[in-house]
């Protein structure tokens, strides 16, 4: 039974939340001020779009606010979210959620916090992105990582390069290897397309491909498959605005060596009072030969976090051309993404998208446990519940359920126990899954999980 979900802002996060609920079965308003992009909602998705505030009680009144289940305030202003989840607490929605910038509604010591405002959510996308980009810089080679069941199943991602020894390998080639560690590929992306690869399919340079194992695993499989991951031992970080900050705090805490490059005089007296150790570069991220100087080709990582999309990607650009290691880089447009692994860059992130996926991981309950979705691909991996029912009881063979085209069980949680499945591996109620699936298999595979 779906939700009735009211989402109040039609930017990049409010569009991708409404698609993705929409074709999830719920029952989705959006509400925005501007004309232009009711008309996108409109033209594109299969929901109702109403124009007006979503911190006006008649608004909120027209779009059905008092039989609403879910209420999700994303627009640009912290404020108007907060007014809107003020709103809904007053109708009596049980569930609300606002993406809020402003770190003063973030601290447990604030006036106006999280409880006190009674929303169950606050999403900072500046805080989301920081913890992403230093999760993906503690393991070098992976340009995605997703952890499962209470962190002992781990999903990651890997783009196979020129003289990696997995390029040209099928699918039934590597289960020889598989003999020594249990891992599965689940997913191979190809120019823009998701593949879930069956035993014929060949790895290709250019290939990004995603493992699931167990976690202990992840350094002998690394080495068994060529990659070879490390702990980063000196960081370059372009841009200091707030996300560069809080990446630059997390690095130092690590002890990693941190350059913090920032072309604002004014903002880099203020870096210098508020890190302990980082180096303060007073430069722009394009000055390549200033760059070179301070050694940035000799970096394991550069971090490319200013508010320009552009100079995000050509510095990044520059820096790889100069010998760094690893890229990750801020990009604010979604539509570029699948256009940067092509240049060289490792790993794109949109803060909008990471913000709109924790909100998706609150929104999904009782079977599902927890989603990753990875940018540019089709797919999601969900984490979820076999359910006691009559279908299930006594147990169950994989190769039993008819799973849907486009889904592959990548890992099985029970009892404190990871299996890497197979065929014949039995599933029982109660067991956690970790699923890897096309966006167009989910609502056959909750279908499963539901009889």
């Given at each position: 039974m ?14 991708y939340?409404?698609?993705r609920?929409?074709l999830?079965?719920?029952d989705i308003?959006?509400v925005?001020?501007?004309?232009d992009?009711?008309?996108r ?9 109403i124009r007006?505030s979503?911190a006006s ?7 059905g ?14 404020e108007?979210?907060?007014i809107?989840?003020?709103l809904?607490?007053e ?6 959620v ?9 601290s ?24 992403e ?7 070098t080679?992976?340009?995605?990582w997703?952890?499962?069941?209470r ?24 289960r ?8 599965v ?10 593949i ?10 250019g290939?990004?491909?995603f ?9 002998a499989i ?29 690095m ?8 913090i ?10 870096l210098?009072e508020?890190l302990?150790?980082?180096v303060?570069l ?7 030969k ?5 050694g940035?080709d ?16 050509l ?26 692994g ?22 999904r ?5 927890s ?13 979820m ?8 009881r006594?147990g ?10 486009g889904a592959?069980v ?18 029982y109620p ?16 909750e279908?499963?999980f539901?009889?």
């Amino acid at each position: 039974m779906g939700l009735k979900i009211i989402i109040v802002g039609a930017g990049e996060v409010g569009y991708y939340l409404a698609d993705r609920l929409s074709l999830e079965g719920h029952d989705i308003v959006v509400v925005d001020p501007h004309e232009d992009k009711i008309k996108r909602i409109e033209r594109n998705l299969n929901v109702m779009a109403i124009r007006g505030s979503g911190a006006s009680a008649k608004v909120l009144e027209k779009a059905g606010i008092k039989e609403t289940d879910l209420f999700v305030a994303v627009t640009n202003s912290d404020e108007i979210n907060l007014i809107a989840c003020l709103l809904a607490r007053e109708y009596g929605v049980p569930r609300k959620v606002a993406r809020v910038r402003s770190e003063d509604y973030l601290s447990p010591g604030s006036p106006l916090n999280e409880q006190k405002l009674g929303i169950d959510l606050i999403i900072n996308p500046t805080r989301v992105l920081a913890d992403e980009i230093v999760r993906l810089s503690e393991i070098t080679e992976a340009t995605d990582w997703a952890e499962f069941a209470r962190g002992r199943v781990v999903l990651l991602g890997y783009l196979v390069k020129e003289g990696c020894p997995l390029a040209g390998m099928s699918l039934a080639d590597l289960r020889e290897l598989r003999a020594l560690y249990d891992f599965v590929i689940v997913a191979i992306i190809r120019d823009g397309e998701t593949i879930i690869p069956g035993g014929e399919d060949r790895i290709r340079v250019g290939d990004r491909i995603f493992i699931i194992a167990k976690k202990r695993d992840i350094p002998a499989i690394e080495y068994l498959l060529g990659f070879t991951s490390k702990t980063p031992s000196r960081v370059f970080i372009i841009g200091g605005g707030q996300v560069g900050v809080s990446v630059a705090k997390q690095m130092e805490a690590k002890k990693v060596e941190v350059y913090i490059v920032e072309k604002d005089p004014a903002r880099c007296e203020e870096l210098a009072e508020i890190l302990h150790h980082a180096v303060v570069l007073n430069l722009d991220g394009l000055e390549a030969k200033e760059l070179l100087k301070e050694g940035i080709d000799r970096a394991d990582i550069v971090i490319s976090v200013t508010d320009s999309d552009t100079v995000n990607i050509l510095s990044a650009l520059l820096a790889k051309h100069h010998g760094t290691k690893k890229c990750i880089v801020r990009i604010d447009r979604p539509d570029f993404i699948p256009l940067l692994g092509r240049l060289g860059i490792d790993v794109a992130l949109s803060p909008r998208l990471l913000a709109a996926n924790q909100i998706l991981k609150f929104v999904r309950r009782g079977q599902i446990l927890s989603v990753a979705t990875f940018l540019g691909s089709e797919a999601e991996v969900v984490e979820m519940v076999v359910p006691d029912t009559d279908f299930f009881r006594g147990g169950r063979r994989l190769a039993e359920i008819e799973f849907p085209k486009g889904a592959i069980v990548g890992a099985i949680y029970r009892a404190g126990e990871v299996i890497i499945p197979k065929g014949e591996t039995t599933l029982y109620p109660g067991d956690d899954l970790i699923i890897f699936a096309k966006r167009e298999a989910l609502p056959q595979l909750e279908k499963i999980f539901s009889r």
